[in-house]
């Protein structure tokens, strides 16, 4: 089955630290673009970032500074690394890929939760 | 930013009826507008990008159209398998924004 794989998410601290990671399964990663979205309990969609095949990278203002999106040298695994974490971070991740900001696949999501 | 506009926030409707919704660029976006489907526990689903093109796999019930400031989302005759929130979003430039979502439910 093809699909994109999240993982990472979990119960933390505010103030606290997580890294989320995104891989392929079940096909090659195409795209030139591989983005993170998130939704939080009961609301809407927020794009979070993107970073492009070549490492330039994109972000949400309510996230600059506070998170910062990588890939592994071959491009196909996608990380998240969110520092500084704020109750209102609490949401499911989406790792999506998307040229030019047309988001075709999604995976399953991971469940990130900032609480003392 | 960019600010998305949509509306309305949440609609009834029957099977078989013809719904649009709507979506408001706060600046010109040119086509760059695509729609989305998620339906509750589930990652979203791409409808129509380039605010007209069906994305493959996507029934032709539904349509997109629109250009610059103002887009709609057609749903030509609803089926059960439709109700569900729609988000659109640009993707002019980043951030990329996304409407605030619109709930069909069933009447």
């Known amino acids: 089955e093809v699909q994109l794989v999240e993982s990472g998410g979990d119960l933390v601290q505010p103030g606290g630290s997580l890294r989320l990671s995104c891989a392929p399964s079940?096909?090659?990663?195409?795209?030139?673009?591989m983005n993170w979205v998130r939704q939080a309990p009961g609301k809407g969609l927020e794009w979070v970032s993107v970073i492009y095949s070549g490492g330039t990278t994109y972000y949400a203002g309510s996230v600059k500074g506070r998170f910062t999106v990588s890939s592994d040298n071959s491009g196909t695994t996608m990380y998240l690394q969110m520092n500084s974490l704020r109750a209102e971070d609490s949401a499911v991740y989406y790792c999506v890929i998307g040229s030019y900001g047309v988001f075709d696949i999604w995976g399953q999501g991971t469940v990130v939760t900032v609480s003392s | 930013d960019i600010q998305m506009t949509q509306s309305p926030s949440s609609l009834s409707a029957f099977v078989g009826d013809r719904v649009t919704i709507t979506c408001r660029a706060s600046?010109?976006?040119?086509?760059?507008l695509n729609w989305y489907q998620q339906k509750p526990g589930k990652a979203p689903k791409l409808l129509i990008y380039?605010?007209?093109s069906l994305q493959s796999g996507v029934p032709s019930r539904f349509s997109g159209s629109g250009s610059g400031t103002d887009f709609t989302l057609t749903i030509s005759s609803l089926q059960p398998e439709d109700f569900a929130t729609y988000y659109c979003?640009?993707?002019?430039?980043?951030?990329?924004?996304f409407g605030t979502g619109t709930t069909v439910e069933i009447k």
């Open positions: 600046q010109s976006i040119s086509n760059y």
């Open positions: 380039a605010a007209s």
């Open positions: 079940g096909f090659t990663v195409s795209s030139d673009y």
């Open positions: 979003q640009q993707s002019y430039s980043t951030p990329f924004t």
